[in-house]
């Protein structure tokens, strides 16, 4: 990928919720944008920790402790290993940092596990 990235252009093309896209690769993590609107997967990432910007909307992360609800402009990093289920009501527009290996839905497959698509 070279260039700028357009956040909201790629935004704009992804019409199903929960199903991020790599917008660019930094070492070995991928910067992923992706829509959410309702329930995600609860689920952990046993070997890495997950960075949640949001960039519009509202977006809370259920955990055991309780929940984090982040608005605009609130970043958020998931411990890994740490059982957590994001869920928006109203939908957001969220950026995701995580290595390029790691599945959407961590140690939980299910409906809502997205392959790995760039922009």
């Not at 998931?78 to 109203?90: A, E, I, K, L, N």
């Amino acid at each position: 990928m070279t260039g700028p990235v357009d956040l909201a252009a790629v935004l704009s093309r992804i019409d199903e919720p929960w199903q991020p896209r790599t917008v660019a690769v930094l070492n070995d993590y991928d910067v992923r944008v992706v829509r959410t609107h309702g329930e995600f997967t609860r689920h952990s990432h046993p070997e890495t920790d997950e960075v949640f910007l949001v960039l519009s909307g509202s977006l809370s992360i259920r955990m055991d402790d309780g929940d984090v609800t982040l608005g605009p402009g609130q970043l958020y990093v998931v411990p890994r290993g740490t059982p957590h289920q994001p869920f928006s009501p109203d939908g957001a527009e969220v950026l995701l940092v995580e290595p390029s290996a790691t599945v959407n839905t961590g140690d939980s497959p299910g409906p809502l596990t997205a392959v790995r698509r760039l922009a």
